[in-house]
Structure formats: C-alpha cells, structure tokens
C-alpha cells in the first residue's frame, strides 16, 4: 500500500451520492489533497485519477505531491493507459500500490533537484507509515496485502537508512523491480511496471476478474443491512436519485466525477447544459434573459457559475436519452416513497397541519386587527371633534376598516441536495404541510427546491402562486447533487420580482452545510481558488440573508441536520431559526419563530398636520404600525 499500514482502500463508485449526515463532510479533506496535487504540479486544471488519504480520513502530503508530480512529468494518458491495464482485475488493489512505489521512486528522483523539500517530506512519509504500525488491530493485521506490505517496508526503511526487513528472493526482485531510477521516461516507467507484474505476478496484461456474489435484498431488509454494515456514498456531478450505498474505506482513492466537477473547460458547458436540462427540465427563462440573470447574480463567490430555473418540465425539443429516463424512473419512485410515507403517517401529519393552520389563523387574526380610521359616520371621537368647527372637517367619527388580504407572500425554499438523501420524505412532507397551512388561511406561497450540478444551481419550482391545490406537487421533490446555498438565495431574490405582492416571506427548509463541488475562483484579494464549503459557505450565505434583509424580505429557517450545524444556522439565520428532530415540532417550531420573530411594519406611517392650526399648538395625527409576530 502506499500509505500507512493503518490505512485501508476505499474505491469511491461515481454513480452513487450519500445517503446519511455523517459521510457529508468528507469532502473538504478529498478536495484538500486536490489542491496538494495542483500545488505540486502547478497545473490548476489538473483532474487527478487518484488521491492519496490516511488512515483518519486526511489527505497524505507526500503522495498527493507525488500523483501531482506523475501529471507534471508524464500527463494524464500515460498513468490512466497504465491503471486501465488492470482495471476490474481481481488483484486490482495490489497492482494499483505496486505501481505507485514505481512511480514514486522515479518523480521523486526527477524533482528532487528542483524541490529539495521533497526529501523530508519522504522521510515523514516513511517514518508515519512504521509509527501507524502499532495502531493496528489483530483483524486489521489480517486484512492487510503481506506482499504489498513487505514491498512497502522495504522502500520505506531504504528511504530512512534503515536495515532492510526480510524478504524472499522472490519479494527482493520484485522490489528491486519497482526502484526504477529517475532517468527513465514515461514509456520506459510503464514498461518496466509492466514486465515486473509479468515476471512475478504472472500478469498477462489482461484483467481478470473474480467472479462477484451478488445477493439482492428487498425493501424489507436494505434499511436493516444499511444500519449492520458500513457504508459510503459520494456525491457526484452525475446525477442519481435513489438510496443505493457502496462499502467503502479510506486509503488511496480513486477521484470520482464529483472532485473534478469544478476543473470542467468551457467546451464543456454547452454539454453541462444539457445535462441540467435533460435531468431537470426546460428553462423558465430565455437563454437572453438567463444571461443577464446570471450577470447579475454570478458575481463575487459565485463567479463562474450557472442559473436553471424550472418547473420540471422535459423540453419537446431535446431528445430523452437512456440516463434521463433512467433517472426519470427514479424520480417517479421517490415520488410514491414520499406520498406512500405521507400516507402512512397521515395522523401524525394532518395533526401537525390543523396545528400549524390554527396558529398561523390565529397571527393573522393579531395582525389583521380592525383598524380605526376617520368617517363621516360611525362612533363619535371625542378627540376630533374640535375639527369641525375650527376646520370644517366632518370626519370626526370613527369606523373599522378591514383588509381583506394579508398584504404579502410566503416562499418555501428546500434544500434538494444529496446531504438530504435520508430525509426526503420527512422534508416532502414538511413542505406539503407548510404550504398547504399558509394556503387554508389564504396566504399566497410558492415552493421550490435547489440544489448544484456542474457549476449550475437550480432552482425547480415545485409549486407556484395562484395554483390551487397544488400542494400535492410538493410531493415530486427529490433530492441530488450539491447545494450552493449563497447563490440559491440570489435566485429565490429573483423569483420574487414575480410575486403578486410588495412583501416577502423567504422561508428555507435546510440543514445549514453549504457545500458545492464548484470552487470559489480567485481574485485580486485573494490569489487562490478556495472550496465552496465549511466556513467560507457559511458565510457567503450568512451574507446573502442580510442582504435580502436590508431589501426588506424577511428570511427564517426551518433546521433539520446534525447538531454539529447548530452553530452554522445560528451564523446565517441568527434568531430566526427554529430547530426540529421530528415532524410533530413543526407546528411548536413555527411558534417558536411566530414570538421570536415579527415582520417588518408593512402598514406605512401617516402623517398629516392641519392647514390651520392655533398659534403655539401644533396637532399632529399619526397612525401607528402594527407589529405582527407571525413569520409563518
């Protein structure tokens, strides 16, 4: 193996998404040995085949330098010629390290006198992988390759200047096989790592691959075998919809789709496009109008992204490929999951929903209160009556006067991306039953979804204003991809212009974890392209609300996620946010942000001072704002 003998192999599948909270976070450290490659061979467009992570889920220094340095001096065909040779084979794992060590030995010769930093980075390298040796278990001694293991060790303690460990003649050879010398070019590593595999391992240079049991479990027991077993699931920029996990490990990996997502050239977008659309469904917007969408929107972090509004709709002008109807297929199967999952739990769901209703009834009734205004006739206002004579005013009365409107709008905004995988059917819900209260108390909502893919955020319009009943299509929600939360916001901003009042409500159902597989380019201030995830999302999200906030729309979240992102929701939404485990805190939640919160005093000021007035007197009439404590 090429890292400590702590380390265990982890091939990463790139049709597979994950499927719990506790594997979402992985991806900051794979991206984190991306940039140890790009730093090493100075390529930013680089797409590594391969990284390097140790045994605690870092990324290893050395050797992400060294899959870096292979790109540098020999490019991409020749490795990825080499790896195919034996790709699916039984042995594949024992090749793979094996040819790494030959490849190692010959970059590190090569730089090493341009970069003599190499040579402690090696000997730290080497000193780890022996000091990890004490960490393992008994079952993890038997796991391990003893072959790769003693080629290992025998690289290693000739790197450190050690006494060599026992080896077979056999094992001598082939290690001394894979020291190839700094001086060999590209072909001549790959046929010496050739004729080495052919003359000890009996490689032929066909794979050969062992013949895998395949067991097919149900519904029944997936969910059980998923909390038995280990699982792992990597999200891509192919998109998946569906529950499917992949054993994996850590250990030497190979890159999937979703780590190189953000390397894409520009003659890729056209292609990206239509991908979103075939995946997704037809613009809302003109391609002109588009443009000057993402003119506005794709600037500061999110420059060099892409917009995709949608309702879902397949284009008729763009043929339905295999893969899309494959993944219309899926889409249509979370679909049942999540009304067959509404259904089950119908009690529980219709009580949280005569709750939710009868609260936000009763915030209306608050803010809705008769509000006295001056009449002609009515109940006599002792406080006015001086008008008449003095000013010839007769509307010296008082009457109620009602709206018959709340005046504003609400828009559900849900986190569609794959770190929702698990709970798709509980924020299916969630939303239906959100929308369909607003809606009984007759205040106009929309929701939609968004999540990332290839540089695009999309935004699917599940359910828009004026569609009555239309809740029941809040149900065709799914989750996939990533989830760009910054420039989602900028988006749901524009969706707004299209509302059919002045005032807004932008409520977010999320789980507080931006994280999108397209890096924040570099700028004049900053000269080095960062992750869009960990706290620089956070905080590029954080000041999306406060800049909707200042427009004055009203933004509050709905938390469902670990409570390790407790303190990030907090950073965004600040005291407009209301934390919930299960669905029967939906209704206590919405309570919770109703005396937490109020809305903007949207019932204006007015202000008037007499024409005539007595000397020394000045009488000023003023009809205050009512605060309402609904946010839902």
């Given amino acids: 193996m090429l890292l400590p003998p702590g380390s265990r192999r982890s091939w990463t599948a790139a049709d597979c998404l994950p499927t719990d909270m506790e594997t979402s976070g992985y991806s900051a450290r794979q991206r984190r040995g991306i940039n140890q490659g790009w730093t090493a061979c100075g390529d930013y467009k680089f797409e590594p085949q391969f990284l390097a992570m140790q045994s605690d889920g870092l990324p290893d220094l050395y050797m992400n330098c060294v899959i870096g340095l292979v790109h540098k001096w020999f490019g991409d065909e020749l490795p990825k010629q080499l790896f195919a040779a034996w790709a699916g084979d039984a042995r594949q794992a024992v090749y793979d390290d094996l040819a790494w060590l030959a490849l190692e030995n010959v970059v590190y010769e090569k730089e090493l006198p341009k970069r003599p930093a190499l040579a402690a980075l090696r000997q730290a390298h080497a000193s780890a992988f022996f000091e990890s040796e004490y960490q393992l278990s008994r079952q993890e001694w038997m796991e391990k390759n003893q072959l790769v293991y003693a080629i290992q060790s025998a690289r290693w303690k000739t790197v450190l200047g050690q006494r060599l460990p026992v080896l077979t003649p056999w094992e001598k050879g082939l290690s001394e096989a894979l020291a190839c010398p700094g001086t060999m070019s590209g072909d001549e590593v790959a046929a010496a790592i050739r004729a080495a595999f052919q003359k000890y391992l009996r490689f032929d240079g066909t794979a050969h691959a062992k013949t895998p049991l395949t067991l097919h479990f149900g519904e029944r027991w997936a969910p059980l075998l998923t909390k038995l077993f280990s699982t792992e699931m990597v999200r891509t920029d192919d998109l998946a919809i569906g529950r499917s996990a992949a054993v994996g490990e850590n250990g030497m990996v190979r890159a999937s789709n979703a780590l190189r997502s953000h390397l894409r050239s520009n003659e890729r977008e056209t292609e990206d496009r239509d991908y979103v659309e075939r995946c997704f469904g037809r613009s809302l917007y003109a391609p002109k109008e588009l443009a000057l969408m993402e003119q506005r929107d794709c600037t500061g972090n999110h420059l060099g992204c892409h917009l995709w509004f949608t309702r879902g709709e397949p284009s008729p002008d763009k043929p339905v490929s295999a893969d899309a109807q494959r993944l219309f297929q899926q889409a249509e199967e979370q679909v049942k999951r999540n009304r067959a999952a509404y259904v089950k739990n119908s009690d529980l769901y219709q009580s949280a929903l005569l709750r939710l209703t009868e609260q936000i009834r009763n915030c209306m009734l608050i803010h809705q209160q008769p509000d006295a205004v001056s009449a002609r006739q009515g109940h006599l ?252």
Wanted: proline share 5%; glycine share 6%; charged share 25%.
């Fill in 381 to 632: 206002d002792s406080r006015r009556v001086w008008r008449l004579p003095v000013l010839g005013d007769d509307k010296v009365f008082l009457r109620s006067d009602e709206e018959s409107t709340p005046g504003f709008t609400v828009d559900l905004l849900l986190d569609g991306s794959a770190s929702r995988l698990h709970c798709q059917e509980t924020i299916a819900a969630q939303g239906y039953i959100l929308a369909k209260s607003l809606a009984d108390c007759g205040i106009p909502v929309r929701v939609s979804s968004f999540c990332s893919l290839r540089g695009y955020t999309v935004l699917r319009v599940l359910k828009d204003f004026g569609e009555k009943n239309g809740e029941r299509k809040i149900f065709d929600y799914f989750a996939a991809g990533w989830n760009r939360d910054g420039l989602a916001l900028r988006m749901a901003a524009e969706l707004l212009n299209t509302a059919p009042a002045d005032k807004h409500l932008l409520i977010l159902l999320t789980d507080a974890s931006p994280d999108d597989s397209h890096k924040i380019l570099p700028t004049g201030k900053v000269p080095l392209s960062r992750d869009y995830d960990g706290q620089v999302g956070v905080e590029d999200t954080a000041d999306e609300v406060r800049a909707l906030r200042r427009k004055g729309i009203r933004v509050a979240a709905v938390f469902m996620g670990e409570n390790a992102n407790v303190p990030n929701a907090r950073a965004i939404y600040g005291q407009d946010l209301a934390p919930i485990r299960r669905m029967d805190q939906l209704s206590a939640a919405a309570g919770r942000l109703r005396r937490s919160s109020s809305l903007p005093a949207w019932t204006l000021t007015r202000k008037f001072t007499p024409e005539f007035m007595p000397s020394k007197m000045r009488f000023v009439s003023e009809r205050l704002p009512i605060s309402s404590q609904m946010i839902i």
